[in-house]
């Protein structure tokens, strides 16, 4: 990616190093151990979502180091998402003004180990989420380059697509769909809410490749080979190969983000077509 001479956004907190004390870390939830957390919710949106049923969660306590912030991280991982970050705002911003909206840009979170946000108490191993309740997506940078290797995802671009997949989310709050369906998974059984949860996330995939089309017309960002890591991302992290990975038999019923066909598929309509209409995945009879 051709991020070297773009801005870098200020709205990075850098949590990297803080303790997080007992009571209530995300381990597992009800799924069974951190490895099936990866699984399930690699690339998600909300890990309180996993840790429902924990009473200790709500009242977990974070012991942060107190001090003033310093000033941002100068290392190549800090400087590579604040650019990233800036790219997404640079799109987000006039598309939310053609439509007659206001953007207004989330907080990344960079962490180590463990974070408390509005949506709980959460480990690295749920992997890179965004939390509607504090509007903030959520990295571990060490644990995002772990999964690219262990999926076989590598690349700048494939970690980008991972930041503007999470504020796929972010933008999908602001616009209402993650309030609504919220909504709907509450009056719907299990089958129902994880259908609703799949075209959630391809929305997500898809606003990712629209943030792609729209940064390379504006500013072309991207390098031969780009289009090919986030397309690779977005396939590694499919329901369905996920579900291969982990020794298991694909059962569709349970998938939450979408098979690798549906991920890949949405992200080029976004990145094809670059508007918010391509990306309407609850209108389309067929994901």
Do not use: K
């Given at each position: 990616?051709?991020?070297?001479?773009?801005?870098?956004?200020?709205?990075?907190?850098?949590r990297?190093g803080?303790?997080?004390?007992?009571?209530?870390?995300?381990?597992?939830?009800?799924?069974?151990?951190v490895?099936?957390?990866v699984?399930?919710?690699?690339?998600?949106?909300?890990p309180?979502?996993?840790?429902?049923?924990?009473?200790?969660?709500?009242?977990?306590?974070?012991?942060?180091?107190?001090?003033?912030?310093?000033?941002?991280?100068?290392?190549?991982?800090?400087?590579?998402v604040?650019?990233?970050?800036?790219?997404?705002?640079?799109?987000w911003?006039?598309?939310?003004?053609?439509?007659?909206?206001?953007?207004?840009?989330?907080?990344?979170?960079l962490?180590?180990?463990?974070?408390?946000?509005?949506?709980?108490?959460?480990?690295?191993?749920?992997?890179?989420?965004y939390?509607?309740?504090d509007?903030?997506?959520?990295?571990?940078?060490?644990?995002?380059?772990?999964?690219?290797?262990?999926?076989?995802?590598?690349?700048?671009?494939?970690?980008?697509?991972?930041i503007?997949?999470?504020?796929?989310?972010?933008?999908?709050n602001?616009?209402?769909?993650?309030p609504?369906?919220?909504?709907?998974?509450?009056?719907?059984?299990?089958?129902?809410?994880?259908?609703?949860?799949?075209?959630?996330?391809?929305?997500?995939?898809?606003?990712?490749?629209?943030?792609?089309?729209?940064?390379?017309?504006a500013?072309?960002?991207?390098?031969?080979?780009?289009?090919?890591?986030?397309?690779g991302?977005?396939?590694?992290?499919?329901?369905?190969?996920?579900?291969?990975?982990a020794?298991?038999?694909?059962?569709?019923?349970?998938?939450?983000h979408?098979?690798?066909?549906?991920?890949?598929?949405?992200?080029?309509?976004?990145?094809?077509?670059?508007?918010?209409?391509?990306?309407?995945?609850?209108?389309?009879?067929?994901?």
């Amino acid at each position: 990616m051709r991020l070297g001479g773009g801005r870098e956004s200020g709205n990075v907190e850098d949590r990297r190093g803080r303790g997080v004390g007992r009571g209530g870390l995300a381990v597992g939830g009800g799924l069974g151990g951190v490895v099936l957390v990866v699984l399930a919710l690699l690339f998600g949106i909300d890990p309180s979502v996993i840790l429902q049923g924990d009473p200790g969660l709500q009242q977990a306590q974070v012991q942060q180091r107190q001090g003033a912030p310093g000033a941002p991280a100068q290392d190549d991982g800090a400087r590579f998402v604040r650019r990233v970050l800036a790219e997404t705002e640079d799109v987000w911003t006039p598309l939310f003004r053609e439509v007659g909206r206001s953007y207004e840009a989330p907080t990344l979170v960079l962490f180590t180990g463990a974070v408390q946000s509005a949506c709980g108490t959460a480990q690295s191993a749920v992997g890179p989420f965004y939390c509607p309740a504090d509007r903030q997506v959520y990295i571990d940078l060490d644990f995002l380059a772990e999964m690219q290797r262990r999926l076989n995802a590598p690349g700048d671009f494939a970690a980008a697509y991972v930041i503007a997949h999470e504020v796929g989310h972010h933008v999908q709050n602001l616009l209402g769909v993650l309030p609504r369906v919220q909504q709907l998974r509450q009056r719907a059984g299990e089958a129902d809410g994880n259908a609703l949860q799949v075209r959630v996330e391809l929305q997500a995939d898809c606003l990712a490749g629209l943030w792609a089309r729209r940064a390379q017309d504006a500013r072309q960002i991207l390098e031969e080979g780009d289009i090919e890591e986030g397309l690779g991302a977005a396939a590694a992290v499919g329901d369905d190969r996920m579900q291969r990975r982990a020794g298991g038999q694909v059962q569709p019923d349970s998938f939450t983000h979408g098979s690798s066909a549906q991920r890949v598929r949405w992200f080029r309509a976004g990145l094809q077509q670059g508007t918010l209409e391509a990306c309407d995945t609850f209108a389309a009879e067929r994901i």
